[in-house]
């Protein structure tokens, strides 16, 4: 039914979870896996007439955000590699992480959009939530929600 499911991490626990779910359904469905971090784009210092000097340039937020993104998709490529699911990971930059996804969707033609309710927990989940409710409002290619069941006596 699915041949290649997008997952999306942003790098979390609860996001890791997710992926680790997304995995096994894609190895279920015989799909390969392309699994997406979005970075936020580099930003100017505002409001200063002179960059600090311990602030990083631009080259070097990106490469610092290109390992980032290798670090929160390894452990998806991993469990991947140990379920024999063919996956790619892909490190996106973008002001919107849900147009980012729902573009990544379409340009690497995936069948599915695998992804998590929501992923850091306090102001983050709240966060998150909204870039999951966005990316239903905005994807064309099917979206399956993921959401975590918290176990009887955790928190």
Known sequence: MYRKILITTD??????????????FAEQMKAEVLVLFV???Y???????IIPPS???EDEYRAAMLRAG?????DVVDSCAKRGVPCEALTAFAESAALKIVDVA?????????????GRSGWGQLLLGSVTNKVLSHAKTPVLVHR???EPGSK
């Open 11 to 24: 790098g979390s626990a609860v996001s890791s979870k997710t992926a680790c779910a997304g995995v096994a």
């Open 43 to 49: 930003q100017y210092p505002i409001y200063v007439e």
């Open 148 to 150: 975590l069941i918290k």
């Open 106 to 118: 379409e340009k690497h033609r995936c069948d599915l959009i695998f992804m998590g309710s929501h």
């Open 70 to 74: 290798q670090e929160h998709t390894q």
């Open 55 to 57: 602030y990083p340039s």
């Open 39 to 41: 970075a936020p784009e």
